[in-house]
């Protein structure tokens, strides 16, 4: 018998210089790239696991759509809730849905422009809760005046706005 891996060819003197793997002869370097190799099957082909290279693609490009996702929907929130601020306070907002109170996506948008501005998140939690209090307050004294609900309506959006405006 010929003393020579079968990969690369190399004639060893001895039969302990050649690994026996899978009925065949390899010499020690063929022999780690094989198992290495196969090493990389299992984990790709059987356990589904990807090269890390691989995996750090697919993470960019899922945080790059979400973060493009995120612009989108921002933008689109800007789109419709900055309207009233370019406008000034005074100008009657047509985009906002009568109600007297914050919506969630309102307090999300302020706190994330908050957030844009440099606060910390703790202080903008905290600003936008002061804020839902204060018009809350707003509207409930408003109503102890008896206005029309109609007026409390204008009035609260008014004061939305002008509230807005300020972390503009
Ligand atoms: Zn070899």
Redesign the pocket.
């Known amino acids: 018998m010929e003393l020579k891996?079968?990969?690369?060819?190399?004639k060893v003197d001895k039969l302990k210089r050649l690994k026996k793997l899978n009925g065949g002869f390899?010499?020690?370097?063929?022999?780690q790239k094989k198992r290495e190799e196969h090493r990389e099957f299992l984990r790709r082909n059987v356990l589904g696991i990807k090269k890390r290279k691989e995996l750090k693609k697919i993470w960019e490009k899922k945080r790059k759509e979400k973060e493009a996702a995120k612009e989108k929907q921002f933008i689109k929130k800007q789109n419709i809730q900055e309207k009233p601020i370019i406008k000034g306070a005074k100008v009657k907002i047509k985009t906002r849905q009568v109600h007297c109170y914050l919506t969630h996506d309102e307090r999300g948008f302020i706190f994330k422009k908050m957030l844009k501005q440099g606060f910390p998140e703790e202080e903008c939690k905290e600003r936008v809760s002061s804020m839902v209090k204060y018009l809350k307050d707003y509207v409930k004294g408003l109503r102890e005046q008896k206005k029309k609900e109609q007026e409390v309506s204008r009035r609260f959006n008014e004061e939305f706005a002008r509230l807005i405006e300020s972390y503009a």
């Open positions: 891996c079968d990969i690369c060819g190399i390899y010499c020690k370097k063929c022999e």
